[in-house]
Every structure is written in C-alpha cells, then in structure tokens.
C-alpha cells in the first residue's frame, strides 16, 4: 500500500517569513493533491499535481512534483496568520477508483 | 460556488445504535466516497461508490457500514450497530470524472458513548 511522510510535523514561523512542507511517496504518484485542514473542519482543496516536473501557484503558495514523480513540495512565499491550518499531501490511486491516501500533516502556526 | 454539504454535523450515539449520516454531493459529480478520520490520526479511505454500486472498500467498511444513493443528490453512510471506535469526523467527498479533484464535505463529527 502506498504510504506518505509528510515534513515537517509542525512547523512555527514568524509572519512574513517564507516555508516549506515535504510530502514523500513510497510509491510513484498517479496525482498528488495538496488540502489545507482547519482543525476540526473539512479539507479545503488547494492544488492538485500530475506531471513529473509540474508546478502550480496559486497566490501565495507554491507546489511542486518532482520529475520522478515520488516527492512533492508545498512553498508559502511571505506567510500570514490565515495560512495557519493543517496543511495534507494526498495520493491518488491509479485507475478509475482514484481514491486518495493521505499523509499525516504538517500543523502550521504563524504567529503576528 | 457548489460544494458538498453534509448532515448533521455533530452526531452523539449511544453503542449500538444505528446513526446515518447524509451528504449531498455537488450535483454533475459522477464519482462519491467517505473517509473518516480518528481524532489525532490520519484521514482515511472508507469507501467508493460509482454507478450506483460500491467500486471500492477498505479493511474499516465491514459489514456494520452501508452506503446508499436513494435519490438523485443524497449519499448516505450507515453504521448499524456503532462502537466505541466509530467516533471519529466523517468526510463525504465528490468528484465529477476521472482524475480530476476530489472535493470534500465539511465532515460530521460522530461520537458513540
């Protein structure tokens, strides 16, 4: 079964400051899905990657899969306080199911 | 902007009672699925349904869980006989095709006392 390490576990920074969250697959990645977690709320979809070498922005936040497609990354430029959140690496299964596993998380906190 | 919806959103059970927790998919979505997540752990795959018939299931789904399409927008999730370990947020998710994202309901929070 496919497994993800996300990196770090928890994550504090100053606002403003820029950061980095790691996701690892066991396995190649059919797609790799990026959700931002409120805790105790829903997943909140934020990017999704496919293309060994592709990356997506979307105003501040920047992901990307690697050419092997087994490791993505998730970069926030200038953080501020609203990112704070969990931030989880789902993969896709291939087929037509498409059901997704995901890491554990990275909690982000961004202090004013 | 659609979006799936999911009821109630808290649930408290007695052990051994049956609950039903409903969604509503966001409506061209052709492909549906629940997920739950323990306190604390990760979130995990339950089930998948597609066509009006379950694609896939994981070790959790026994036979205590069902899911049913019974009209055109709901999706339901049913535990029959819930246990201590069945508390956990419940996420509804949809998605229209193949490979395109999978959209996620705010969840329902179960807790079986």
């Known amino acids: 079964s496919q497994e993800l390490e996300q990196s770090p576990q928890s994550l504090i920074v100053q606002e403003g400051k820029n950061l980095t969250i790691n996701c690892t697959s066991s396995?190649?990645?059919?797609?790799l899905y990026w959700y931002k977690q409120k805790y105790g709320e829903g997943l909140i979809f934020l990017m999704m990657l496919q293309k060994g070498g592709e990356e997506k922005s979307h105003e501040k936040i920047t992901a990307k899969l690697d050419e092997k497609k087994q490791q993505s990354s998730l970069h926030i430029t200038a953080s501020q306080p609203s990112h704070a959140g969990i931030y989880l690496c789902?993969?896709?299964?291939?087929?037509?199911?498409?059901?997704?596993?995901f890491g554990k998380g990275t909690l982000l906190t961004v202090n004013p | 902007e659609p979006e799936v919806t999911q009821t109630p959103s808290h649930q408290v059970t007695q052990m051994g009672q049956e609950v039903i927790l409903r969604c509503v998919p966001i409506s061209n979505h052709l492909y549906f699925y629940w997920y739950r997540q323990i306190l604390g752990q990760k979130v995990e795959f339950l089930v998948s349904f597609y066509n009006n018939e379950i694609s896939e299931k994981s070790e959790i789904f026994d036979d205590q869980f069902s899911v049913e399409r019974p009209d055109g927008s709901n999706f339901t999730l049913k535990i029959r006989s819930t246990k201590l370990e069945d508390s956990a947020m419940y996420f509804c998710?949809?998605?229209?095709?193949?490979?395109?994202?999978?959209?996620f309901g705010p969840g329902t929070r179960l807790l079986v006392l």
């Open positions: 789902g993969a896709a299964s291939g087929g037509s199911n498409y059901k997704l596993t």
């Open positions: 396995k190649t990645l059919y797609g």
């Open positions: 998710a949809s998605r229209p095709g193949l490979q395109e994202t999978q959209y």
